[in-house]
């Protein structure tokens, strides 16, 4: 059974950075399209950030490009989403979600309906 977990969310000022942790289990880790998908109060989910598992592509969407990045570490079968220079509108509940059965990387992108998802960790930004 898919398990995704998050952690690494919290309380930072702007301009501060958190890194977020998706661990997975339950899967074999490579060759899954994940992503990282926000969620504030009244608003509609949002894309972050995308990767292909196993050294396959990555995407940032254009509204956190240069401030945030995703990477993986494949021996601990976790996903990250490094997030720099936080704003107060990045606040908002950061959910990891992967594509379930496996895809192909040219399936991974901002397109694709996940169908597994994380309980999710609240990221918080004060001004």
């Known amino acids: 059974q898919v398990q995704l977990v998050e952690s690494g969310g919290g309380s930072v000022q702007a301009g501060g950075s958190l890194r977020l942790s998706c661990e997975v289990s339950g899967i074999t880790y490579s060759s899954n399209c994940m992503g990282w998908v926000r969620q504030a109060p009244g608003k509609e989910r949002e894309g972050v950030a995308m990767?292909?598992?196993?050294?396959?592509?990555?995407n940032v969407a254009p509204s956190v490009k240069g401030r945030f990045t995703i990477s993986e570490d494949n021996a601990k079968n976790t996903v990250y989403l490094h997030m720099d220079n936080l704003k107060p509108e990045d606040t908002a509940m950061y959910y990891c979600?992967?594509?379930?059965?496996?895809?192909?990387?040219?399936?991974?992108?901002?397109?694709?309906?996940?169908?597994?998802w994380g309980p999710g960790t609240q990221v918080t930004v004060s001004s």
């Open positions: 979600a992967a594509v379930r059965p496996p895809v192909d990387n040219w399936y991974c992108t901002f397109k694709a309906r996940f169908n597994y």
């Open positions: 990767i292909y598992t196993g050294g396959g592509s990555t």
